[in-house]
């Protein structure tokens, strides 16, 4: 069985840090691509970040940029989210996902990031 | 940047067709997917690179994608297609979402 598994979240203060796991099974994670999707309460999808086979090559949104920091662990199966000087406006549903562009294309549950004092 | 626009709703009879358009600069062009999200889920792909469906997706759904459009197109609507949809292209090595729009099937 497929499964992406976030896990991290949680409330944070303004200005404060999370990092943000997710662990992949049941396909070969090496394979893929990997992606970061955030959903605001009540609103949309946004795309964060992305990251290439091997780990040598990562984009973000200009939203992000120079805050956060995707990474990840083929050997682990283990995609990362490292978020720096949080803001309100950070304060999201973290998806990872494949984003494939194709069948098969996988999405985890979710975990939430609430910025707040 | 690049936008997608998205319709904020669609309304549609209960066995009608519902369509939902993505409109971006020259759109026709690239390879538009599609996502459907229902209330506490996760997204789920429904239509990859313009008119292609994922397996154990409905032959219902369908997409197409020329000019500065894309549609995606529901036939034979059902409750269960409620859902927010969302369309979703690469530009420049970026990935962007539309806005998103919420099917009512009526």
């Known amino acids: 069985e497929v499964q992406l598994v976030e896990s991290g979240g949680g409330l944070v203060q303004p200005g404060g840090s999370l990092r943000l796991s997710c662990a992949a099974s049941g396909f070969t994670f090496s394979q893929y691509w990997m992606h970061w999707v955030r959903q605001a309460p009540g609103k949309g999808l946004v795309w964060v970040s992305r990251i290439n086979f091997e780990g040598s090559s990562a984009m973000y949104a200009d939203s992000v940029k120079g805050r956060f920091t995707i990474s990840r662990d083929n050997a682990k199966n283990m995609l990362y989210l490292q978020m720096n000087s949080l803001r309100a406006e950070d304060t999201a549903v973290y998806y990872c996902?494949?984003?494939?562009?194709?069948?098969?294309?996988?999405w985890g549950q979710g975990t939430l990031v609430t910025v707040s004092s | 940047s690049y936008e997608l626009t998205q319709p904020l709703s669609v309304s549609v009879a209960l066995g009608q067709t519902a369509r939902i358009t993505c409109g971006g600069n020259?759109?026709?062009?690239?390879?538009v997917h599609w996502y459907h999200q229902k209330p506490g889920q996760a997204p789920v792909l429904v239509i990859y690179?313009?008119?292609n469906r994922p397996s154990g997706i409905p032959e219902r759904f369908s997409g197409s994608n020329s000019g500065n459009t894309a549609t995606l197109t529901i036939s034979r609507a059902q409750v269960g297609d409620e859902a927010d949809y969302y369309c979703?292209?690469?530009?420049?090595?970026?990935?962007?979402f539309g806005g998103g729009t919420k099917l009512t099937v009526l």
């Open positions: 996902a494949t984003l494939s562009g194709s069948d098969p294309d996988y």
């Open positions: 020259n759109i026709g062009i690239k390879n």
């Open positions: 979703q292209v690469w530009d420049t090595n970026i990935v962007v």
């Open positions: 690179r313009d008119n």
